[in-house]
């Protein structure tokens, strides 16, 4: 017996037997590399724990805030809601936004959570909104899809069609230029 163990000892390589099959040098890299991006000193200080996402959107609003004093945008108080509405008849509905204006460069900056509502929904909960108000803003509508047609096509370079009321009012028949 002891002849076979002698011999089974001879016969075995010089490496030491492991319990598994050896790690693929490729993989072994990649760890390594994911390894040394969390480390946070040198070579013998200790790994974070977790990595740390830092956010760009605090950076984004300081860029914005400090953009808006350069405009000299004022805050415009007391505003309850914004709707925005869009051509696909949705709404975009933000309560309590922060309306700042810059008058001077004709910019309006409006900050807040938004939810995105069907146009009906919202026409819905407007308590004052009676037949005729809700007419006006239908012909308002369709005024601005003219403009937006009409700026699109290279038409009236900017201006918007005159209001469908306009056509009562007199055109002058006398010459007021000249001296009576």
Same mark, same amino acid.
């Given at each position: %017996?002891?002849?076979?163990?002698?011999?089974? +000892?001879?016969?075995?390589? &010089?490496?030491?037997? @492991? $319990? =598994?099959?050896? %790690?693929?040098?490729?993989?072994?890299?990649? +760890?390594?590399?994911?390894? &040394?991006?969390?480390? @946070? $000193? =040198?070579?013998?200080?200790?790994?974070?724990?977790?990595?740390?996402?830092?956010?760009?959107?605090?950076?984004?609003?300081?860029?914005?805030?400090?953009?808006?004093?350069?405009?000299?945008?004022?805050?415009?108080?007391?505003?309850?809601?914004?709707?925005?509405?869009?051509?696909?008849?949705?709404?975009?509905?933000?309560?309590?936004?922060?309306?700042?204006?810059?008058?001077?460069?004709?910019?309006?900056?409006?900050?807040?959570?938004?939810?995105?509502?069907?146009?009906?929904?919202?026409?819905?909960?407007?308590?004052?909104?009676?037949?005729?108000?809700?007419?006006?803003?239908?012909?308002?509508?369709?005024?601005?899809?003219?403009?937006?047609?009409?700026?699109?096509?290279?038409?009236?370079?900017?201006?918007?069609?005159?209001?469908?009321?306009?056509?009562?009012?007199?055109?002058?028949?006398?010459?007021?230029?000249?001296?009576?």
């Amino acid at each position: %017996m002891a002849d076979q163990v002698k011999a089974h +000892l001879d016969s075995s390589d &010089d490496k030491p037997k @492991t $319990g =598994g099959s050896q %790690m693929n040098p490729e993989r072994l890299k990649q +760890l390594q590399k994911l390894q &040394d991006q969390v480390r @946070t $000193g =040198g070579k013998g200080s200790a790994r974070r724990k977790k990595k740390v996402m830092h956010h760009a959107v605090v950076k984004d609003d300081k860029q914005l805030i400090n953009t808006l004093k350069k405009l000299g945008a004022n805050p415009i108080p007391g505003i309850e809601e914004v709707n925005l509405f869009r051509s696909d008849n949705t709404v975009i509905q933000i309560k309590n936004p922060k309306v700042q204006t810059a008058l001077a460069c004709n910019t309006f900056s409006v900050a807040g959570q938004a939810q995105e509502k069907p146009a009906s929904e919202v026409m819905s909960s407007f308590p004052n909104m009676n037949q005729e108000s809700l007419m006006q803003l239908r012909n308002l509508g369709t005024l601005l899809n003219r403009a937006r047609a009409g700026n699109a096509a290279g038409g009236e370079g900017g201006k918007a069609s005159a209001p469908p009321g306009d056509d009562d009012v007199p055109v002058p028949q006398e010459n007021f230029d000249t001296n009576a």
